[in-house]
């Protein structure tokens, strides 16, 4: 029962340096996202998806891509790391039967030096 | 001003308590309203949902919405130790994800 499978868990980089967060679902959910957790700000859109092939930016799309090539999958890229990209980073999945009941992964615990 | 506000706590409460977290927020039109707790080093997971007013339990939680006050609660009966994480608030005026509005958080602590 996997749910939604994130990787890696941590990782530093250093500025300037680019890198994939990976993201996983296994219940056939049309909608997925990410998002990112700063103390004090909660979580924070970045980018989203409502089916493969089909992505929208959240309120925090700067510095991030993402792409849909199937339902299952759902890769956030980071072009150029900066220091201000540290932060955990949240993927998640939704049904379009119940929108609004989001199922999250472990998190990835991303530092910038 | 931020659309939801939560007091981010720490809260610390002994074993037992009552234990009484609340958001306020700004958009009448919000209609859904969720709860997620999020344990550390986890990832948040849905712990009750409300759509318009009204309350709603599920064992030892209650969630409650004022939508006059533009002001949501979750109630713990007989607090456990076990409680002690990270309480988000969440909510939205349609149900699609992508509009889901969180909450900072308010960190909640059960005291044996």
């Known amino acids: 029962n996997a749910g939604v499978t994130q990787t890696p868990k941590f990782q530093v980089l250093k500025t300037g340096q680019s890198m994939t967060l990976q993201c996983a679902q296994d219940?056939?959910?049309?909608?997925m996202s990410w998002y990112r957790q700063d103390p004090g700000m909660g979580l924070r859109l970045i980018h989203y998806?409502?089916?493969?092939?089909?992505?929208d930016q959240g309120e925090v799309p700067n510095g991030y891509n993402v792409s849909r090539s199937t339902t299952e999958d759902f890769p956030l890229r980071l072009l150029s790391a900066a220091p201000s990209q540290t932060s955990v980073y949240f993927c998640?999945?939704?049904?379009?039967?119940?929108?609004?009941?989001?199922?999250f992964g472990e998190g990835s615990w991303l530092t910038v030096v | 001003q931020k659309e939801v506000e939560q007091d981010p706590g720490p809260l610390s409460v002994p074993e037992g308590a009552i234990v009484s977290l609340n958001c306020t927020y700004s958009?009448?039109?919000?209609?859904?309203f969720m709860w997620y707790r999020q344990y550390s080093r986890k990832g948040p997971e849905l712990l009750m949902y409300?759509?318009?007013?009204g309350n709603k339990e599920d064992g030892r939680f209650t969630a409650q919405v004022d939508k006059s006050s533009k002001y949501i609660s979750l109630f713990i009966r007989d607090s456990q130790p076990s409680d002690s994480a990270t309480y988000l608030c969440?909510?939205?005026?349609?149900?699609?994800?992508?509009?889901?509005?969180f909450g900072s958080g308010t960190r909640l602590s059960i005291r044996p």
């Open positions: 219940m056939n959910h049309e909608y």
């Open positions: 409300t759509y318009s007013s």
């Open positions: 969440a909510m939205s005026a349609g149900s699609s994800a992508s509009k889901i509005i």
């Open positions: 998640a999945s939704s049904s379009g039967l119940s929108g609004n009941t989001i199922y």
């Open positions: 958009n009448s039109a919000f209609q859904y």
């Open positions: 998806s409502v089916g493969a092939g089909i992505t």
